[in-house]
């Protein structure tokens, strides 16, 4: 957890650094390493975590309970944020999009190891493939093609969906591929590369929160607007509030599902918010504040 946590802070302080140093060019930069993300590095992870996935096995009722609750969560995000909040198009795409997509994978995974053990890694795992990775490139993006493109016809919207989508063309790849064309080693690589993704999203993050402050004070969380606070709120209480509930109401889940469920904005946001041109100051605002109280929450119960 402690090698975690600096990792995350060391990135986030590389990217405030490179943008206070670099300005332009270090935003510049930021845009293509999303780019990369996008369109060859989450492709790559994608096709062969997901080729490699038994995915008719260890799907159960609390993967299930996981999608409901994130339903339920995103409907709650698009009353607050159009209704309450009266935000415009993109700035609501922005937050149900933070909203439901939690970072099980880069914290998630090791942070059930560290606190439940190592027989949580499974239904951590599970978790994040099955219900994480889906809610990305399914999901958020056709949220964000949704809300940015409403005026257009079904075609452009689908379209736009399609396109700007690469990870979900990987999975249909990886679906229709036969064994061989993923083998092991490769299949390590991707998984290697998803470790190797967090130093990167991070800071990404640093950048554009750094660009956010511009030239005024700037501090890392940055400052807690409506927006922001609403994400915290629906991420960190409200969705695993609904689990616990769910799972009360039905069957016993792992405790992983509980962790999972309480994860904090995911990186990947930034993903989508750079395809679709959404907010990144509310997507990197409210990855800075839920990741900072999530790494603080599970520091306080290493430490009981």
Same mark, same amino acid.
């Given at each position: 957890?402690? /090698?975690?946590?600096?990792?995350?802070?060391?990135?986030?302080?590389?990217?405030?650094?490179?943008?206070?140093?670099?300005?332009?060019?270090?935003?510049?930069?930021?845009?293509?390493?999303?780019?990369?993300?996008?369109?060859?590095?989450?492709?790559?992870?994608?096709?062969?975590?997901?080729?490699?996935?038994? /995915?008719?096995?260890? %799907?159960?009722? *609390?993967?299930?309970?996981?999608?409901?609750?994130?339903?339920?969560?995103?409907?709650?995000?698009?009353?607050?944020?159009?209704?309450?909040?009266?935000?415009?198009?993109?700035?609501?795409?922005?937050?149900?999009?933070?909203?439901?997509?939690?970072?099980?994978?880069?914290?998630?995974?090791?942070?059930?190891?560290?606190?439940?053990?190592?027989?949580?890694?499974? +239904?951590?795992?599970?978790?994040?493939?099955?219900?994480? *990775?889906?809610?990305?490139?399914?999901?958020?993006?056709?949220?964000?093609?949704?809300?940015?493109?409403?005026?257009?016809?079904?075609?452009?919207?689908?379209?736009?969906?399609?396109?700007?989508?690469?990870?979900?063309?990987?999975?249909?790849?990886?679906?229709?591929?036969?064994?061989?064309?993923?083998?092991?080693?490769?299949?390590?690589?991707?998984?290697?590369?998803?470790?190797?993704?967090?130093?990167?999203?991070?800071?990404?993050?640093?950048?554009?929160?750094?660009?956010?402050?511009?030239?005024?004070?700037?501090?890392?969380? +940055?400052?807690?607007?409506?927006?922001?606070?609403? %994400?915290? *709120? /629906?991420?960190?209480?409200?969705?695993?509030?609904?689990?616990?509930?769910?799972?009360?109401?039905?069957?016993?889940?792992?405790?992983?599902?509980?962790?999972?469920?309480?994860?904090?904005?995911?990186?990947?946001?930034?993903?989508?918010?750079?395809?679709?041109?959404?907010?990144?100051?509310?997507?990197?605002?409210?990855?800075?504040?839920?990741?900072?109280?999530? %790494?603080?929450?599970?520091?306080?119960? /290493?430490?009981?």
């Amino acid at each position: 957890m402690f /090698l975690l946590t600096l990792a995350i802070v060391l990135s986030v302080a590389a990217g405030v650094g490179a943008q206070r140093r670099w300005g332009e060019r270090a935003q510049a930069g930021t845009r293509r390493a999303l780019d990369v993300m996008l369109f060859v590095a989450l492709p790559f992870i994608t096709f062969f975590v997901v080729a490699d996935t038994e /995915l008719t096995t260890g %799907v159960g009722i *609390g993967l299930v309970l996981g999608y409901t609750e994130l339903a339920l969560v995103g409907l709650a995000a698009w009353a607050i944020a159009s209704r309450l909040l009266a935000l415009g198009p993109t700035a609501t795409a922005t937050l149900i999009i933070a909203s439901v997509m939690a970072n099980t994978g880069y914290l998630g995974v090791p942070l059930n190891a560290t606190l439940l053990g190592r027989d949580a890694l499974g +239904p951590a795992i599970a978790f994040d493939a099955i219900v994480t *990775g889906p809610m990305f490139y399914v999901v958020a993006f056709a949220i964000a093609a949704a809300f940015t493109t409403r005026d257009d016809p079904l075609s452009v919207r689908l379209r736009a969906f399609a396109l700007r989508n690469p990870p979900l063309l990987a999975v249909l790849a990886a679906l229709a591929a036969p064994e061989a064309l993923a083998p092991g080693v490769l299949v390590d690589a991707a998984e290697l590369g998803v470790i190797a993704l967090l130093p990167v999203g991070f800071f990404v993050l640093g950048v554009t929160l750094a660009a956010e402050a511009g030239e005024g004070f700037f501090s890392v969380p +940055p400052p807690l607007t409506r927006p922001i606070a609403t %994400v915290i *709120g /629906l991420r960190l209480l409200v969705a695993p509030a609904l689990m616990i509930g769910l799972s009360a109401l039905t069957v016993t889940v792992p405790d992983a599902y509980l962790v999972q469920a309480a994860m904090p904005v995911g990186i990947n946001t930034l993903v989508v918010a750079h395809a679709y041109d959404l907010d990144l100051g509310l997507a990197s605002g409210a990855i800075a504040w839920s990741t900072t109280i999530a %790494v603080v929450a599970g520091l306080g119960s /290493l430490a009981l």
